[in-house]
T-cell receptor
Framework: EDQVTQSPEALRLQEGESSSLNCSYTVSGLRGLFWYRQDPGKGPEFLFTLYSAGEEKEKERLKATLTKKESFLHITAPKPEDSATYLCAVQARWSYNQGGKLIFGQGTELSVKP | DSGVTQTPKHLITATGQRVTLRCSPRSGDLSVYWYQQSLDQGLQFLIQYYNGEERAKGNILERFSAQQFPDLHSELNLSSLELGDSALYFC?????????FGEGSRLTVL
């Protein structure tokens, strides 16, 4: 069964204190690994897609990396506006019955204090 | 703005009732997905439609049903509502690959 586990559940940082979020996954053939940001009461906002081990993508203070078993979201010098829940999801290789659904982890709630 | 529109934003109803949630996908996207998010369950996949046909099914209760219309908008019907159905319901659409989510419909069952 496809599964995604994120750690830690919650992370509290001081402004400027860099850290990483972890996403471990098992999937029957990875088509893509996705990172989303979700603010309270809002829909998930797409951040990155990673397709193969060794791939990296960056956006402002965020950098996502992928290995064969896990992905990391590195946050460099975070600001209070980076506070949100970060969700990781996997998409299995396409099959007719699987479609393109994403399987999500429980998320990491990030709080950045000034 | 993701381009995915969901209505209503908030809905309060009583146990045993039936509600319909509506979703308009991004222009050009053929796939629509429905997810349920509750505090203890995270984002749970319910069902996917592609160009009017059901494509994949997740942990969707028999009391719930969905359809996608020729203009590609989708509706999620929830019937015989129970207290435990209170949650945020998200619709997402995709062309290929990443999903883009709407702002959700918050359902409260009293």
């Amino acid at each position: 069964e496809d599964q995604v586990t994120q750690s830690p559940e919650a992370l509290r940082l001081q402004e400027g204190e860099s850290s990483s979020l972890n996403c471990s996954y098992t999937v029957s053939g990875l088509r893509g690994l996705f990172w989303y940001r979700q603010d309270p009461g809002k829909g998930p906002e797409f951040l990155f897609t990673l397709y193969s081990a060794g791939e990296e993508k960056e956006k402002e203070r965020l950098k996502a990396t992928l290995t064969k078993k896990e992905s990391f979201l590195h946050i460099t010098a975070p600001k209070p506006e980076d506070s949100a829940t970060y969700l990781c999801a996997v998409q299995a290789r396409w099959s007719y019955n699987q479609g393109g659904k994403l399987i999500f982890g429980q998320g990491t709630e990030l709080s950045v204090k000034p | 703005d993701s381009g995915v529109t969901q209505t209503p934003k908030h809905l309060i109803t009583a146990t045993g009732q039936r509600v319909t949630l509506r979703c308009s996908p991004r222009s050009g996207d053929l796939s629509v997905y429905w997810y349920q998010q509750s505090l203890d369950q995270g984002l749970q996949f319910l069902i996917q439609y592609y160009n009017g046909e059901e494509r994949a099914k997740g942990n969707i209760l028999e009391r719930f049903s969905a359809q996608q219309f020729p203009d590609l908008h989708s509706e999620l019907n929830l019937s015989s509502l129970e207290l435990g159905d209170s949650a945020l319901y998200f619709c997402a659409s995709s062309g290929s690959g990443e999903l883009f989510f709407g702002e959700g419909s918050r359902l409260t069952v009293l």
